[in-house]
């Protein structure tokens, strides 16, 4: 988990300054180097983010593009188990033209980790059934998703995705 500092330093960074504006934030070192919330504090944040990922699945099934707009972060980026990679514009632009229909979602498991304050990581493993160009799909992924917290409101900023590999043939 030594990288953890890193990636909390680049999500808390990546709001206002780009690589050209600003060298990036160095990760603490030493036993300080995490930061430590307050159980409660954890615990608050962890609820809003799960209410927030509710919001999240129902504004992308009903490919509403106000709620998507308001609950994704301007800075998205939804890196896609296929390797296809989109920006907050094209990954609602893709739902909205319906060329990805998402029909459901099945959290076999989910993890929430108030990583710091302002940013929860979330993790696990979820079946999704969806749609493209008319081709059914059953995706069974592992996933790794960043929420942050910017100007007082729960916004998604990242979504990383691997397939799990079809069971053994018996």
Do not use: C
């Amino acid at each position: 988990m030594r990288s953890l500092p890193l990636l909390l330093a680049l999500a808390a960074g990546a709001a206002g300054s780009s690589p050209a504006q600003a060298p990036l934030p160095q990760p603490p070192r030493g036993p300080a180097a995490y930061v430590l919330l307050a159980p409660l504090e954890a615990d608050r944040q962890i609820t809003a983010v799960r209410a927030a990922e509710d919001e999240r699945l129902g504004a992308i099934k009903a490919a509403d593009p106000a709620r998507l707009d308001a609950i994704l972060s301007d800075e998205l980026r939804y890196a896609h188990s296929n390797g296809k990679v989109d920006t907050k514009d094209s990954f609602i632009k893709s739902l909205v033209n319906r060329g990805m229909v998402y029909e459901s979602f099945d959290y076999r498991e989910i993890n929430f980790r108030a990583a710091s304050p302002g940013i929860v990581l979330m993790t696990g493993r979820v079946v999704i059934r969806a749609s493209s160009a008319g081709q059914k799909a059953v995706l069974d992924l592992n996933f790794l998703a960043v929420w942050r917290e910017e100007n007082g409101r729960w916004r998604f900023l990242a979504w990383q995705s691997a397939r799990n590999p079809p069971p053994p043939a018996q």
